[in-house]
């Protein structure tokens, strides 16, 4: 099985909607209310980039991402999305597990947001030209959380 264009972006839309979740279960579990707002505007943006890649995704066609060999990029993803990213409940509930303060959650969304730009700077290959501005404008966005985690967690640490 090899993964075409519009099943990528369908990893990316499914990317963004476990951060909206993760970031709501964030805002629960913290007492801090700095945290308690940037995680909810976190969400509310990770819902923004999935908007963002359902547009894309429905204006693209079903196009197989280029390759030197049948199934090379699927192969790649397929690996890269089973080691890295999180998408079955089971996996996301064992790693959820360990989050049950502010400083967990700090450094379990740090880990999301620096797979999700690794990822986008992949995708970014499979989409059309025309739309690796909307790709540039969400990887600069998780690039910004991933500032933004990283600042609070320096307060956290003190």
Do not use: W
């Amino acid at each position: 099985m090899s993964f075409s264009a519009s099943d990528i972006l369908e990893f990316a839309m499914r990317i963004e909607e476990n951060g909206a979740n993760f970031y709501r279960y964030a805002v629960q579990i913290t007492k801090d209310e700095e945290a308690k707002g940037i995680f909810a505007r976190l969400a509310d943006e990770e819902l923004v980039h999935q908007k963002t890649f359902g547009r894309i995704f429905a204006a693209m066609e079903k196009a197989a991402p280029p390759e030197s060999y049948a199934g090379e990029y699927g192969a790649y993803l397929r690996n890269y999305v089973d080691n890295t990213v999180i998408f079955t409940k089971e996996a996301l509930d064992r790693e959820l597990a360990g989050v049950k303060d502010t400083l967990s959650a700090l450094d379990f969304a740090l880990r999301r947001e620096q797979d999700s730009i690794l990822y986008y700077h992949e995708i970014k290959q499979v989409v059309p030209a025309a739309e690796h501005a909307a790709v540039d404008r969400v990887i600069e966005e998780e690039r910004r959380h991933f500032g933004i985690l990283s600042e609070i967690k320096k307060r956290f640490q003190k």
